[in-house]
Nanobody, 128 residues
Framework: QVQLVESGGGSVQAGGSLRLSCAPS????????MGWFRRAPGKEREFVAA????????TYAESVRGRFTITGLNAKNAVYLQMNSLKDEDTAVYYC?????????????????????WGQGTQVTVSP
């Protein structure tokens, strides 16, 4: 019943920046882990970044480490993804995901199956 509202996608040139945001809507919940995944054309969904316990622990995919920064959780359980030095290979649909505090799923911060709720996705296009 919880929905995640995403925004911030768009088109930029290589080297540019974008900031994605994600916040829950509808039924409130206590976030435990929130993360970002992406799916590029012709590729499987892949992990991008995640944050645990209000920023006490952060995890990044090797492909984005040093360029992307995930921040949160704030009082509204919102999470943000600051994307700098964007490359054309970053072009993808980006999805916000949330793991509920009371989740019964197995826990692996980088595994999509560990998350309970998903956003609708926002397109990020990077032109060379």
């Amino acid at each position: 019943q919880v929905q995640l509202v995403e925004s911030g996608g768009g088109s930029v040139q290589a080297g540019g920046s974008l900031r994605l945001s994600c916040a829950p809507s509808g039924r409130t919940f206590s976030g435990y882990v929130m993360g970002w995944f992406r799916r590029a054309p012709g590729k499987e969904r892949e992990f991008v970044a995640a944050i645990r316990w209000s920023g006490s622990s952060r995890t990044y995919a090797e492909s984005v480490r040093g360029r992307f920064t995930i921040t949160g959780l704030n009082a509204k359980n919102a999470v943000y993804l600051q994307m700098n030095s964007l490359k054309d290979e970053d072009t993808a649909v980006y999805y916000c995901a949330a793991r509920d505090e009371n989740s019964r799923r197995s826990y692996n911060i980088a595994a999509a199956g560990s998350y309970d709720y998903w956003g609708q996705g926002t397109q990020v296009t990077v032109s060379p």
